[in-house]
């Protein structure tokens, strides 16, 4: 399978499936050629873009099937093969030209050129774990939806963020992603996951703006018995060197397995039967029918309100909680087994 854009009439082959909204792109695997469309590109590439899939498609013998995509109706299908080259991302056109310059050649443009993106990532519209995108989003905390889970891509970091109604699967999918940009970097950033509620940092990011850079290097001094150790020196001595694991595909089943091991082995200070839980909250058995009170016997739903339960872990990575419930008549509070 090849990826090329459209350039200036030609196509220019890519090694990374990252689409920009004003380009039209060329995803040929012989047997189907895919004309993908941004939504701000120009008549004339869009012309170009058809007439270059048919001269390929003429070149084979004219066996292949031409299919047009437009930007946001991807079908499962195309999302399947596309991500086969790595996690699809859309970016708007302010920031295509550094992408490209990437895609293109390979070569990160370290901090001069870079600038910090922010990606949505969300299961909703997809069919599938690994039929999911990146999709781009305005760069400051407005964009964040409790529902879904975003990456911020800082260059020299890359934070994953984690909305409180999120699902496994777009927790998976973000941090899988944050540690593919890492890998492709050769480690010139960590991945870092923030929940919402506790992302103070994550927010402080989005407030200094696309263009804020930030440095973790510590400068190392020339080594003399003269000269006395420093803080810098302590620092510097700390610093262990990191091993970066491979980046592969997770399917649906191996999340379900993982999850159901995670919450057998579980924290050891669990309470009974409620893994990863460290408090005392009351737990009860939970039973079949309608919930009540186990104080004051109170069913009304309207009055029985659900919360996160952060006091009980059930799932490390990524981090999940179970729920918790508090009587509106009452005012107990309770966790269910």
Known sequence: ???????????????????????????????????????????????AGA?????????????????????????????????????????????ARTMLKDVVTGDYAQ?????????????????????????QVPYNKEALDTEDCYVLDLGNKVYV???????????????????????????????????????????????????????????????????????ADKTAAAIKPELKSEVKEVTPAEISADLEELKVTSASGAAPGIPGSTDDLLTIEKVEGRRKCPNCGNENKLLIHESIDKGNIILDYPRMYGKKYRCGECGLEWREK
Not at 71 to 92: H, I, R, S, W, Y
């Open 161 to 231: 963020w984690q909305g409180n109604a999120c699902n496994v699967k777009e927790k998976v999918k973000s941090g899988q992603w944050a540690r593919q940009i890492d890998a492709e970097r050769a480690g010139l950033q960590n991945e870092v996951i923030f929940e919402e509620g506790d992302d103070a940092e994550f927010l402080s990011a989005l407030e200094k703006g696309e263009h804020y850079k930030e440095s973790d290097a510590v400068q190392l001094r020339a080594e003399s018995s003269l000269e006395p150790e420093t803080e």
């Open 51 to 95: 007439a270059q899939a048919r001269t390929l498609d003429q070149q084979r013998g004219g066996a292949a099937k031409i299919i047009t995509v437009d930007q946001n109706q991807e079908t499962p299908e195309f999302l399947k093969l596309v991500n086969k080259m790595g996690a699809m991302k859309v970016v708007e056109k302010n920031v």
């Open 1 to 47: 399978m090849k990826i090329f854009m459209v350039n200036q009439g030609q196509l220019q082959e890519i090694n990374k499936p990252i689409f920009s909204t004003g380009d039209v792109y060329i995803v040929d695997d012989e047997k189907t050629i895919y004309v993908w469309i941004g939504n701000k590109c120009s008549v004339d590439e869009k012309t």
């Open 111 to 135: 901090f001069a050129e870079h600038v910090n993106v922010m990606y949505r990532v969300s299961s909703e519209e997809f069919e599938g774990i690994n039929a999911m995108k990146m999709i």
